[in-house]
Every structure is written in structure tokens, then in C-alpha cells.
């Protein structure tokens, strides 16, 4: 028996039935783009967040570059983020003729370091992005104490945080703007891209469903320069199906993660990147991600026992070909990460003989010795 890193027809088809019979009346009524669908979509995922907005969007790299625009990043200023997180990240920041500079992240859960953070803001500075990785909490308080003092926007890359919380927030409605991605993969995965920023301010609202739209609030007039980004309704509509089971899975998705932690507890060679913090903090466990000291052996022993993996991320921001020209400086521990990384199977469609298989495995794994 194979365990695939991912079943996705597994996540999603306890939604199956529901999907097409209300497909079907979308389809009939031809309310594709926008409408009523895409409109309580936006409703129930703010309300579900604590969030007074909610504007949907095509993609997460979509959202956080209007969230960028929006919060009046432009040539010339720089945007703090990550220097070990997925590349979308940093685009916006780029496609705004702005600079990325990269901050290192900590070792025990990925997320940006404030410290490094604290030491790269200049007067040019004009935003921070926090990315909530693997589902992980980013040290948020510290970040916005950050952000405050130096009057500059905090964004959340929340594309894998669906249904975490910190410190009794939902993540994502932390910042001035939250960003998230409804990529097939996710916690709260829709039938292609999707994305959504949640914000607290009317204006930034009202603004951001300009950008989405052609820059155009009434219909052929449009007031800036805008966008094609909108959501469609499909998307909209499957999605509103599964934020309702999305605490669920997630708790499910958190038991699995408890087994795997406790299988590895005397495994030194391999260790698991956790969540910091206290029990008024949740993780939304969006992938179960290790540090292998000796990565190419602890991936022959996967593929040998017929475990599916996946490297999360085998190479750093700055090192990558369109980021080299703004890398300065050594990310020790995001150096660290991308040599080392290996998520596991984890999701909430997963089988208890497929948990059990992978969690024998990692008990019996011993790291061979090197002569």
C-alpha cells in the first residue's frame, strides 16, 4: 500500500453531491462572475474570522499584490518578508517596482524572525509581510509592535493558515490586510485558484473591489488603473460548502499531527517544525514538515516504505534566480530549512491504516551511520 503525499478527491468528496445539485442551479441562472454566491461567500468567510471585510479575489498571489497596491507600496520602497517561504510571497512586491529584503526565519517553526526583522527596517520601508508557514502562527504581536511604531502596513501571507488562531485571533484578521489562497491544496482548497484579503477598514474594502474589478466602481468608468481579478462563482460556491466543515478538518488534521509528533519524540535526526506559543494559539497544521539532518536517506526510507513526500522548499527566496539581485546579507536558518525540509502526508482524508502505516515508519526510522 502507497500512501499518496495528497488525495484531494479524499478531502473533498463527502461535498460532492451537495456541489453539483447547487452547481446546477448556478449554472441556470448563468450568475458566473460576482453575484449572490460570491457575495455570502465573502459574508460567511469574514464572519468566520472576526473580520468586518471580506473581498474575494482570483488568487492569494493576486491578494497580497493588491494588498500591496493598496497599501501604497510603489518604486523605490521596500518590503520586508520572509527569506524562506514559497516564491508568490514576494511577487507583488516586485511586480509594484519595489524591494524585497528578506529576514531570516526561526528554527522551530519556519515563521519570520522579528529580531532580523527589527535590524532590516530603513526609512524606505513600507510594509512587512508575515507568513503563517505551513500553517504555523507567525509571533504576530511582536511583528505589529514592529509595524506600529514605524507606521508601516503588516500583511498577512495567510495562504496556509486557514482556521488558525493567535492568541484567540483568527489568523489572517490580525494585520492590516489578511491574504489567503484557495489553491486546490489548501485547508480551505476550492476546484482551481482562488483567493480572498480580509481587511478592517471600509475604505481599503471598497478599494480593493475596484482593483479586482477593472479599477472601475461603476460599470465602464474606471478610477485608477486596475485589475481582471476577480473570483468566479464556482469557486465561490464550493467554497462556501466546505468553510463549514474547514474547524473539523482542521481539528482531524491536528490529530494526526499529535501522532506523528509523539512517534518522533526520540528521533534527534529527525525534527518536526511546531507551532510557538500557548494553548490560546492554534496551528492550522496545513502541512506536517521535518527537519531531516540527513534529507536524501530519510527520503529513501519514505519512498522504500511507500510514503508520499514532498521537499517544502528546497531553496531560499534569495537564492532563487529572480530574487538574486535583492539578496544581501546570510540567512543562516533559512539556509538551514531548505536543506533539510520534508513534509509528510497530512490531511483530513487520510485513512487510520494509512496514519498508523506512516506512523510505524517514522517510529522504526534510524538514521544510518555515517563512517
Given at each position: 500500500m502507497r500512501i499518496p503525499f495528497l488525495d484531494l478527491y479524499a478531502t473533498n468528496q463527502r461535498h460532492e453531491r451537495s456541489f453539483f445539485r447547487k452547481l446546477r442551479i448556478l449554472y441556470q441562472k448563468s450568475a458566473f462572475v460576482g453575484g449572490p454566491w460570491l457575495e455570502s461567500f465573502e459574508r460567511e468567510f469574514a464572519q468566520s474570522t472576526g473580520s468586518p471585510h471580506c473581498v474575494a479575489v482570483s488568487s492569494g498571489t493576486t491578494a497580497l499584490h493588491l494588498s500591496l497596491i493598496a497599501a501604497g507600496v510603489g518604486t523605490g520602497d521596500e518590503v520586508i518578508l520572509p527569506a524562506f517561504t514559497f516564491p508568490g510571497t514576494g511577487w507583488g512586491v516586485v511586480y509594484q517596482g519595489a524591494k524585497p529584503v528578506f529576514a531570516d526565519?526561526?528554527?522551530?517553526?519556519?515563521?519570520?524572525?522579528?529580531?532580523?526583522?527589527?535590524?532590516?527596517?530603513?526609512?524606505?520601508?513600507?510594509?512587512?509581510?508575515?507568513?503563517?508557514?505551513?500553517?504555523?502562527?507567525?509571533?504576530?504581536?511582536?511583528?505589529?509592535?514592529?509595524?506600529?511604531?514605524?507606521?508601516?502596513?503588516?500583511?498577512?501571507?495567510?495562504?496556509?493558515?486557514?482556521?488558525?488562531?493567535?492568541?484567540?485571533?483568527?489568523?489572517?484578521?490580525?494585520?492590516?490586510?489578511?491574504?489567503?489562497?484557495?489553491?486546490?491544496?489548501?485547508?480551505?482548497?476550492?476546484?482551481?485558484?482562488?483567493?480572498?484579503?480580509?481587511?478592517?477598514?471600509?475604505?481599503?474594502?471598497?478599494?480593493?473591489?475596484?482593483?479586482?474589478?477593472?479599477?472601475?466602481?461603476?460599470?465602464?468608468?474606471?478610477?485608477?488603473?486596475?485589475?481582471?481579478?476577480?473570483?468566479?462563482?464556482?469557486?465561490?460556491?464550493f467554497l462556501r460548502l466546505k468553510l463549514k466543515s474547514l474547524l473539523p478538518e482542521n481539528k482531524r488534521r491536528e490529530e494526526i499531527a499529535l501522532r506523528y509528533l509523539k512517534a518522533l519524540e526520540n528521533k534527534p535526526s529527525v525534527i518536526p517544525l511546531t507551532p510557538v506559543g500557548d494553548h490560546s494559539s492554534q496551528s492550522a497544521w496545513h502541512a506536517f514538515v521535518v527537519r531531516a539532518k540527513q534529507r536524501p536517506d530519510f527520503l529513501r526510507f519514505l519512498e522504500a516504505e511507500g510514503i508520499g513526500n514532498q521537499v517544502y522548499y528546497p531553496a531560499t527566496l534569495p537564492s532563487l534566480k529572480p530574487f538574486r539581485t535583492f539578496a544581501k546579507g546570510r540567512y543562516p536558518v533559512a539556509d538551514e530549512l531548505a536543506r533539510s525540509c520534508v513534509a509528510l502526508p497530512l490531511h483530513p482524508g487520510l485513512k487510520e491504516a494509512e496514519i498508523g502505516k506512516v506512523v510505524k515508519a517514522l517510529e522504526s526510522f534510524k538514521s544510518p551511520r555515517r563512517k
Open positions: 526565519v526561526r528554527l522551530q517553526d519556519g515563521c519570520l524572525d522579528p529580531d532580523d526583522v527589527a535590524r532590516k527596517i530603513t526609512r524606505r520601508t513600507k510594509a512587512i509581510i508575515a507568513v503563517h508557514l505551513f500553517g504555523h502562527p507567525a509571533q504576530m504581536d511582536a511583528l505589529k509592535d514592529i509595524a506600529r511604531k514605524r507606521r508601516i502596513a503588516l500583511i498577512e501571507d495567510a495562504a496556509q493558515a486557514h482556521g488558525g488562531s493567535y492568541h484567540g485571533h483568527a489568523l489572517g484578521s490580525i494585520g492590516d490586510f489578511g491574504c489567503f489562497s484557495f489553491y486546490p491544496t489548501k485547508n480551505l482548497g476550492g476546484l482551481g485558484d482562488g483567493g480572498a484579503i480580509l481587511v478592517k477598514r471600509k475604505s481599503f474594502a471598497d478599494r480593493l473591489r475596484r482593483l479586482r474589478d477593472h479599477g472601475q466602481q461603476k460599470r465602464f468608468f474606471p478610477e485608477e488603473i486596475g485589475y481582471n481579478a476577480r473570483m468566479d462563482a464556482m469557486q465561490a460556491l
